[in-house]
């Protein structure tokens, strides 16, 4: 971790060291699962493979320990178990403010078009020319602290236009689609989750994945509906959210258009079917090992100890005892303990995505140094 990353965790949270002992479930949660997982992300971390979205610089440690990792590509439980008792040292992360806080995300699938039509009007777009991503930490000249985006004008660099401005036109021909959507709603989902699959009316699957953001801060609308009084937190699900979307639809476009956030997408043509979408690491995602992070933080490839609840339905849940691996991040991700576990793709995994909202004990394995 970087002396920055390290003091800035230190000043948010309290941290401790602890035995595996300590780690309720952990002698019975699968580790050669977490472990081909993990494997996913040291086969990038060796081959210093570009991240989608840059996180904290791995520990030497932490490449170290991948490239031994890599040397047994296969391990059963049991010697997957051993192998992180022997490299990594658990380390709780307490924020100041009380819990860790974890919710869920997906990859969602809705039915689309490549050509706009009566149908399907609303379109995903790609990528703008213009688009200048500020990297994780910096700012440029004429640009607010936090903003994360920018264009270049005759005098250096402007903020670029919010969700409002472009869904108004303010790019022109830049803005250019690469799949249309029958509902707002719909659009508005896949930018919060940052990948989809499009099914097409030749009953062919399209993928879409996160191509660059505006750098505009997020806005949960899920929250604001609440504090309008529109909803109650205890029983909101996702598919609550997306028929008051599509029940109220001028509320709703007002209401998504405080979240000035806006994401810009690429056809993934890379991925096979049987593939999760691509994290902020710039690799595939495991449906229930992989987790999102504040990547200013955090480095891709640690594994985190969850230890919590995940819901069945609004009344019943299972307990959450499990590792995962940093392998991804997300606008809303931010503070040493939280984190967004990902389910999957498909409704199913909307549905439990949807539920997830809960405490959570947050516990980094670090890299143990070389002995």
């Known amino acids: 971790m970087s002396a920055a990353a ?10 401790e060291p602890l035995p595996f002992t300590a780690l309720a479930g952990w002698d019975q949660d699968d580790h050669a699962a977490a472990y081909r997982a993990f494997l996913r992300s040291c086969r990038a971390l060796d081959a210093s493979s570009a991240e989608l979205r840059p996180a904290q610089a791995p520990q030497e440690d932490l490449l170290r320990i991948c490239r031994e990792a890599l040397k047994t590509p296969s391990l059963g439980k049991t010697g997957a178990k051993r192998f992180f008792e022997t490299h990594f040292q658990p380390v709780a992360v307490t924020p100041l403010s009380g819990n860790g806080f974890l919710t869920g995300y997906y990859e969602p699938e809705f039915q689309g078009s490549r050509t706009r039509n009566a149908t399907y009007r609303v379109p ?5 020319d213009d688009l200048v991503t500020v990297p994780q930490g910096e700012t440029l000249p ?3 602290p936090g903003l994360q985006a920018a264009r270049r004008s005759k005098d250096g660099y ?5 969700r409002a401005a472009i869904e108004e036109g303010a ?9 249309y959507l029958s509902e707002p709603g719909e659009a508005f989902i896949i930018h919060v989750q940052g990948s989809a699959r499009i099914r097409l009316s030749d009953g062919t699957v399209m993928r879409v994945a996160y191509a660059g953001r505006n750098g505009r801060p997020y806005t949960s609308i899920g929250r604001l509906l609440v504090q309008q009084g529109e909803m109650d937190l205890e029983t909101m699900t996702l598919a609550k959210l997306m028929g008051w979307l599509k029940d109220h639809p001028e509320p709703a476009k007002a209401l998504m258009r405080r979240n000035e956030s806006y994401i810009f997408f690429r056809e993934a043509r890379e991925l096979a079917p049987e593939d999760g979408p691509i994290g902020g690491a710039g690799i595939p995602l495991v449906p229930g090992r992989s987790l999102a992070v504040d990547r200013s933080l955090w480095a891709y490839g640690l594994p985190v100890w969850l230890d919590g609840q995940l819901p069945l339905t609004l009344d019943e849940a299972e307990p959450l005892r499990r590792l995962m691996i940093a392998q991804d991040t997300g606008s809303a991700i931010v503070g040493p303990a939280r984190g967004d576990f990902f389910f999957g793709s498909g409704e199913e995994a909307g549905r439990r995505a949807g539920l997830l909202r809960h405490p959570v004990r947050f516990v980094v394995l670090q890299p143990k140094p070389r002995s």
């Open 124 to 128: 995903l777009l790609d990528r703008p």
């Open 158 to 162: 402007e903020p670029y236009p919010d």
């Open 6 to 15: 390290g003091s800035a965790r230190e000043g948010q949270a309290r941290l």
């Open 171 to 179: 790019l022109g021909s830049r803005a250019k689609p690469i799949v």
């Open 142 to 144: 004429g640009l607010q």
